[in-house]
């Protein structure tokens, strides 16, 4: 690790998080990823210059973006899709539901996934799961392998829509995702800070309404995100969003908080009607 110093999140041209860290990792491929350690945060990752977790409050991101779309499903879910993911964190989650017989996962950085299995062993599940197919991979060509109908339970673990992300909010992507997912079955993907980045959920929002016939946008406050976080859900039929069927509790997520999550500021209802 090197010496302490102050490194920057930039936001915006005149914005940013700051904190005072010491390097642990740096390296420049598919993905510019950086690893850094800071004394509240911890250990934290970093890609193309954004945090994407902490060690110390990535429970609430993963607990929400797994516990809550779980807790809608009318029937505890056997079969689970993950995309992207590689810190392996949802599958951790995934992995303590007693009823999942099978788990395929899609990360297209393979650099990715051993950065978190060396600096973050506490936060990933377990890869050598005789239930779980890992691929390096796109995950929308991974979509393209999967059955009709196969999965109860699809989570989209990925970075914003830039580099190798793009492909993960376009129309194609949301139709092959509703095409493999069960009648019944939960579909999640994270959407970004609409307060920062408003232009993602205006882009996407009309494509994954093409291609499923409800869709939910939700909301959970991340700290080292400074903001409210939205995740898209989409599924085939409605559901009662506010009382969980499958009752699980974590860290964070509890079934009360249910309402909480669907229950949108005004301003975001408002960037969802330009969208439309």
Not at 75 to 85: A, H, M, S, T
Not at 97 to 124: G, H, M, N
Not at 164 to 171: D, M, N, Q
Not at 182 to 211: D, T
């Amino acid at each position: 690790m090197t010496a302490s110093f102050w490194w920057k999140e930039r936001v915006f041209k005149d914005f940013g998080h700051a904190y005072k860290v010491e390097l642990v990792f740096e390296k420049s491929g598919l993905q510019k990823i950086q690893i850094f350690k800071n004394e509240t945060w911890g250990y934290f990752f970093v890609l193309d210059g954004i945090v994407q977790f902490t060690e110390k409050d990535e429970y609430i991101y993963h607990e929400t973006i797994t516990y809550l779309p779980l807790s809608l499903l009318p029937q505890p879910p056997e079969r689970i899709l993950i995309v992207g993911g590689g810190d392996g964190g949802v599958l951790k989650l995934v992995q303590s539901i007693p009823s999942v017989k099978k788990i395929v996962q899609y990360e297209i950085d393979e650099l990715v996934f051993e950065l978190c299995q060396k600096y973050f062993p506490s936060i990933a599940g377990d890869f050598s799961d005789p239930k779980l197919e890992f691929y390096i991979k796109d995950g929308l060509e991974g979509l393209k392998d999967r059955e009709n109908q196969e999965f109860d339970l699809i989570i989209v673990d990925c970075t914003d829509p830039v580099g190798p992300a793009k492909t993960l909010y376009t129309e194609e992507f949301y139709k092959e995702a509703s095409r493999i997912l069960k009648p019944e079955g939960i579909f999640i993907q994270q959407a970004s800070l609409p307060v920062y980045f408003p232009w993602i959920i205006k882009e996407s929002y009309p494509l994954i309404k093409k291609a499923f016939n409800v869709v939910k946008v939700v909301r959970a406050f991340v700290p080292c995100y400074g903001e409210e976080i939205a995740f898209f859900i989409g599924a085939h039929t409605e559901k009662d969003w506010f009382n969980p069927v499958q009752k699980v509790t974590g860290k964070y997520y509890h079934p009360g908080l249910n309402p909480y999550y669907f229950c949108l500021p005004l301003n975001w209802i408002e960037l969802l009607n330009q969208a439309k």
